[in-house]
């Protein structure tokens, strides 16, 4: 049996499509992709009865269908080139005013659609009704009220869908007013299109012109094409000059654009029916109406940023403040534990592979365990009691300065920046902007954010330079790194991505309570994830590290010089306890010798001619080559550099001691170094979901040249103004 017609289904992100094809579909999916982009296609068969099928498409969720996006571009595409004889709008009830706004569009296209009203249990619950039958006469489309997640009306909604795409209608575009300045404009280029007949096979000539107005790059540029073929050059000129000087004119009128004005004309269409008597509302005082009130102060224009500013900066109090003992604890366990390998095990490549590849390197990621539970716990706080989306809303007006969106936030705020996230899945977050250059440059400067992994190093050299106010510091640091994002991402909108902003649709969901169940969930899976990744790549990488810091190791002749140093010391006439130091003195020379000799000391003293001019030598070198990896291998390679090179190699003193009493350490290079680890490459995990995201290897080597040679200039100005003001030696 062959499906008789195909029924897409449409609507916002979230607004439960998936929930309903599966509903519809079971088991007889299949999934693929949409021609040359990554967009997934699903396709199912759906029975309608016995003898008939219907083919199900879930289009990829859109907001519009502008091409601001892969996803809109994608769906339009569909509906445009495949005119599938019935399209199902699914809406949420509980939102429809800002999910009409869809299906307007759908109209002026001329898609024959069925308006489902999804989540209609959700909406009761907030005290929504609407009237169903009073909202499908003034649109003229059938609405059914659903629920994807029950069922409820779900064979209703089929029933009118099915019948609409036995109909087989003529696409009837529907005619709006956009204001006189555009319909008079819109009147003229329909008149041309039409008498050029210009893309007349594809768009109807009206919805044409619109796109031309609203400055759609896919259809203009589609449209000079087109033109340059069918030596249509001069028409699709016209079109663009009259779109200029209606731009033009509004701006000088109005202080708006044409898009701007098309979309308060379609909201004030939705709004004008839904008042109309179709939704009414009963206040729930309990959710709604309080999270109103608490909203009045919370995003307030004045108090709403400070009370911000309070509470990111409270976070960070309690996660310093309360996890300072468990991190204490588990410091001393690893000591302890590295103590008694030593005593354990001869001498030898299997317990230097021990105590400094696998303990000291796990043991220092594992170590900041509790900074990134507290951490975490504190973001749970935020986000599960709604606060994090109003976050986002309270930084549009900043963001929107800088060329990104509110949206934007969030990516941030996953990569850490509020401190201790990823920006693997901050990357990926950003697949929920719209616009393609604003999502660019979000997932480019999102790596900027002081993730979980680059938190315990920075957090170890605040520990050890500067002790005074570790709080506050490390505030100051997250505080840069959003500058320091902000900055270039405005950098990146006027040069490589340059382009219009597009409006802030983000909705922001009631306060709630969060549960103590739902903190510890959101908090251990965090936590988890971290950990895993410890006991993974990171072990992986530091057994590597440890092997090319190890081999090959010194040749016969160098060692035994030092072993007749030895020699000449054992049969001197000292006392115990001098001769023992001078031991130790041969010891580590040695040692640093060996680690010199490396295949990571040769990577790392090769760097070192360009490394020192911002005052990095070869051991941070290859730690900072080791960051690459994991930044959290940073802590562990610079361990095992200075355990192994160290002069007392048995010293139980914990890297940051080490570091603290070594000569060769000072505020200044710290502070060069906690630059750079900020604001270099992103490790490898994240360049690959990069280049995934963006389509393109170009832009992951990009961001790794681009960020490293920012963060190299950053921190040699920082160390050779240190060293100008004699700060540093
Ligand atoms: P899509 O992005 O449009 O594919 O949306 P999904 O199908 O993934 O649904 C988004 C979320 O809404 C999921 O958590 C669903 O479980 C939930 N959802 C979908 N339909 C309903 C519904 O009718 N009622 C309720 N309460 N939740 C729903
Ligand atoms: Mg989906």
């Given amino acids: 049996m062959t499906p008789q017609y195909t029924i897409a289904l449409a609507g916002n992100p979230n607004a439960g499509k998936t929930t309903l094809f599966n509903r519809l579909t079971g088991a007889r999916q299949h999934v693929g992709n949409y021609p040359g982009v990554t967009v997934e296609k699903k396709e199912g068969l759906y029975q309608v009865d016995e003898t008939t099928q219907a083919n199900i498409v879930d289009l990829p969720g859109t907001y519009s269908l502008t091409a601001y996006s892969v996803e809109e571009v994608v769906a339009r595409d569909y509906l445009i080139h495949e005119m599938p004889p019935a399209v199902i709008n699914i809406t949420d009830a509980a939102n429809l005013e800002r999910h009409l706004y869809l299906a307007s569009q759908f109209m002026e296209l001329g898609v024959p659609i069925v308006i489902a009203l999804n989540m209609i249990d959700v909406a009761r619950d907030r005290g929504i009704t609407i009237d169903a039958k009073k909202l499908a006469e003034l649109l003229t489309v059938p ?38 300045d555009i319909d008079e404009a819109l009147l003229e280029m329909e008149a041309l299109i ?13 919805w044409l012109a619109l796109k031309y107005l609203e400055k759609d790059e896919q259809i203009i540029s589609k449209g000079e094409t087109t033109a340059a073929k069918t030596g ?3 028409l699709h000129q016209q079109l663009l000059t009259r779109t200029q000087w209606v731009s033009d004119h509004l701006m000088a009128t109005m202080e708006t654009y044409p898009e701007a004005m098309v979309a308060d004309h ?11 008597g179709v939704i009414s509302r009963v206040y729930d005082e309990n959710r709604i109406y309080t999270s109103d009130r608490i909203d009045r102060v919370l995003t307030n224009r004045i108090l709403g940023p400070l009370i911000m500013l309070l509470v990111l900066l409270g976070l960070y109090h309690f996660t310093f403040t309360y996890s300072e003992l468990p991190v204490t604890w588990l410091g001393n366990f690893f000591d302890w534990l590295s103590g008694t390998v030593n005593h354990l095990f001869p001498d030898g490549p299997l317990k230097s592979l021990i105590t400094s590849g696998i303990i000291a390197g796990v043991g220092g990621v594992l170590g900041f365990v509790p900074i990134i539970m507290f951490m975490f716990f504190g973001i749970a706080i935020l986000e599960d009691s709604g606060y994090l989306a109003r976050v986002a809303f309270m930084m549009d007006r900043i963001f929107r300065i800088f060329g990104l969106h509110g949206s934007s936030v969030m990516a941030y705020i996953i990569s850490g920046g509020i401190a201790g996230g990823c920006a693997v899945p901050g990357v990926m977050a950003t697949r929920t902007l719209r616009s393609p250059r604003e999502r660019m440059a979000t997932l480019l400067t999102a790596p900027f954010m002081n993730c979980g992994a680059k938190l315990p190093v920075l957090a170890l050299l605040i520990g050890t330079f500067f002790t005074r106010n570790q709080a506050g510091f490390m505030f100051m640091l997250t505080l840069l790194s959003w500058i320091v994002a902000l900055v270039v991402a405005k950098f990146l909108r006027l040069t490589v991505l340059k382009g219009e902003a597009t409006p802030f649709v983000m909705e922001l969901p009631p306060y709630r309570l969060p549960t103590f169940r ?3 969930i959101h908090t251990w899976e965090k936590t988890w994830q971290y950990i895993r990744k410890a006991g993974t790549v990171i072990l992986g990488a530091s057994i590597l590290l440890w092997a090319s810091m190890t081999f090959p190791g010194l040749p016969q002749a160098d060692r035994d010089v030092f072993e007749a140093q030895r020699q000449v010391i054992k049969s001197g006439q000292l006392i115990a306890i001098d001769q023992q130091k001078r031991l130790a003195v041969v010891d580590g020379a040695e040692a640093e010798q060996a680690l010199l000799n490396s295949l990571a000391g040769r990577l790392g003293s090769g760097l070192e001619s360009v490394s020192r001019l911002a005052g990095f030598d070869w051991r941070t070198n290859i730690a900072l080559v080791g960051g690459f990896a994991a930044k959290e291998i940073i802590i562990s ?24 009493a070594s000569p060769n350490w000072d505020q200044v290079k710290a502070l060069a170094l906690i630059l750079f680890i900020m604001f270099y490459s992103p490790c490898f995990v994240t360049v690959a979901c990069i280049i995934r995201e963006a ?3 170009r832009w992951g080597v990009f961001s790794m040249i681009f960020n490293t040679t920012f963060a190299f200039l950053l921190a040699t100005i920082v160390y050779q103004a240190g060293k100008g003001l004699g700060l540093t030696g």
């Fill in 232 to 234: 249509a050059v001069e």
């Fill in 695 to 697: 389509g393109s290897w």
């Fill in 266 to 276: 379609r909201y004030g269409y939705i709004k004008s029916i839904l008042r109309q």
């Fill in 637 to 660: 390679t610079l361990g095992t550099a200075y355990s192994l090179g160290d002069v007392d190699p048995n010293s139980d003193d914990s890297l940051a001691q080490t570091l603290g």
């Fill in 518 to 520: 739902g903190l510890a």
């Fill in 143 to 180: 609405v059914i009220p659903i629920s994807a997640r029950s069922g409820e009306g779900v064979p209703e909604l089929m029933l009118a869908a099915v019948k609409v795409a036995r109909e087989q209608k003529v696409w009837q575009p529907l005619v709006l007013s956009y204001g006189d």
């Fill in 194 to 206: 039409r008498a050029g007949s210009f893309l007349a096979d594809l768009y109807p000539p009206r």
